[in-house]
Nanobody, 121 residues
C-alpha cells in the first residue's frame, strides 16, 4: 500500500515556474512514479514518469524541455519542476506510483488527491 499527497500547486502567470511535490509512504521509494494532469472537460493525460531509482525518465511532448521530474528516495518524495508555464498547462496535477515505468494511467495503482495548477495569461 502506498499513500501519496501532492503539494505545491497554485496560481502563476504565463512564463512562471512552480515545483510540485509528492510525499509518499515508505514503500513509495520502491516504485516508479508518474505525474498526470486533467483539465476541465478533458481526459487525464500523462506528463512525466521516473524509474524507482531516478535512472530514466519519460516526458510528454507538450512538456519536454520545460518540465523536469525527479525524486529523493531518502525523503520518499517526488517532484515536478515546471518552468515556462503556459495557460494550457492549467489542470489538476496528480502523482501516481506503479509497478511499471509507463505512460499509461491505468498501469498505476496508487494515486494522490491532486493539486490545482492555474496559469494566467
Amino acid at each position: 500500500q502506498v499513500q501519496l499527497l501532492e503539494f505545491g500547486g497554485g496560481l502563476v502567470q504565463t512564463g512562471g515556474s512552480l515545483r510540485l511535490s509528492c510525499a509518499g509512504s515508505r514503500a513509495f521509494s520502491s516504485y516508479p512514479m508518474g505525474w498526470f494532469r486533467q483539465a476541465p472537460g478533458k481526459e487525464r493525460e500523462f506528463v512525466a514518469a521516473i524509474t524507482w531509482n531516478g535512472g530514466a525518465t519519460l516526458y510528454a511532448d507538450s512538456v519536454r524541455g520545460r518540465f523536469a521530474i525527479s525524486r529523493d528516495n531518502s525523503k520518499n518524495t517526488g517532484y515536478l519542476q515546471m518552468n515556462s508555464l503556459k495557460p494550457e498547462d492549467t489542470a489538476v496535477y496528480y502523482c501516481a506510483a506503479a509497478g511499471q515505468f509507463t505512460r499509461t494511467a491505468n498501469q498505476y495503482g496508487y494515486w494522490g488527491q491532486g493539486t490545482q495548477v492555474t496559469v494566467s495569461s
